[in-house]
């Protein structure tokens, strides 16, 4: 389900104006970071091994540097000059 709601944070916000944009995004960052930390408590209990976790993780982080510096550029784009 995290990653339907993710995805749908991210569509959403594609499709809006830069102002409303912001709030989608940060949804999306905060949905990622759940299921990071869901992953991460399965690879702790094992449930998951070191090469699965890897697999899964990897993609993950680089999806919220994305993210993360779409957030910044709107963040600074928003901010009263």
């Known amino acids: 389900m ?16 830069r102002q409303e944009k912001l709030p989608y995004v940060r949804r999306g960052i905060q949905k990622l970071d ?4 869901l992953l991460m408590i399965l690879w702790e ?24 510096g779409w957030n910044g550029q709107l963040t600074k784009q928003n901010s009263p000059k």
Do not use: Q
């Open 2 to 17: 995290l990653f339907i709601e993710i995805i749908e944070a991210v569509a959403t916000a594609s499709f809006l104006s």
């Open 34 to 37: 759940a299921l990071k930390i």
């Open 45 to 68: 209990i094992k449930a998951l091994d070191n090469k699965k976790y890897s697999i899964l993780s990897e993609p993950l982080d680089e999806i919220g540097r994305m993210l993360g």
